[in-house]
């Protein structure tokens, strides 16, 4: 089907297909130290890896939606800090991401939320 309207189209304007790849985890995660950084929080040590693996579990979705989900969790992660007493001073540290790990509950429910978002047609 989509052949065919492409085939269509294409006699009355110019069509060219192009392929483009999909941010790596690494990008992303660069992305969202970028987002958290304007939060005024700061990750320290090791929490950078626990933030790369919570959105490398998000990927892993056929529904994943790059860098929309990426900052919807940046969101979410600045709003549970800060509305449990975060303090910029000290630095984000592993354990306060805790409830976002790659395993947690809130990573499986963003997981069921984006493939019904993107099922439904939503955007």
């Known amino acids: 089907l989509i052949q065919q309207m492409e085939a269509f189209v294409s006699a009355y304007i110019r069509i060219e297909r192009i392929t483009i790849e999909p941010p790596t985890v690494q990008e992303l995660t660069q992305y969202a130290t970028k987002l958290l950084e304007g939060y005024g929080i700061t ?3 090791q929490t950078e890896k626990v933030l790369s693996g919570s959105i490398g579990e998000l990927c892993n ?3 994943f ?3 929309k989900t990426v900052k919807m969790l940046c969101e979410d992660i600045a709003y549970s800090l800060y509305t ?3 303090r910029k ?3 984000l540290i592993p354990s306060d991401l805790s409830k976002f790990a790659k395993d947690s509950e809130y990573i499986q429910r963003m997981l069921v939320k984006i493939e019904k978002i993107n099922r439904i047609g939503f955007c």
Request: net charge negative.
């Open 65 to 67: 939606d790059g860098y």
């Open 61 to 63: 979705n056929k529904y």
């Open 84 to 86: 449990d007493g975060f």
């Open 43 to 45: 990750l320290i040590s």
């Open 89 to 91: 001073d000290k630095g």
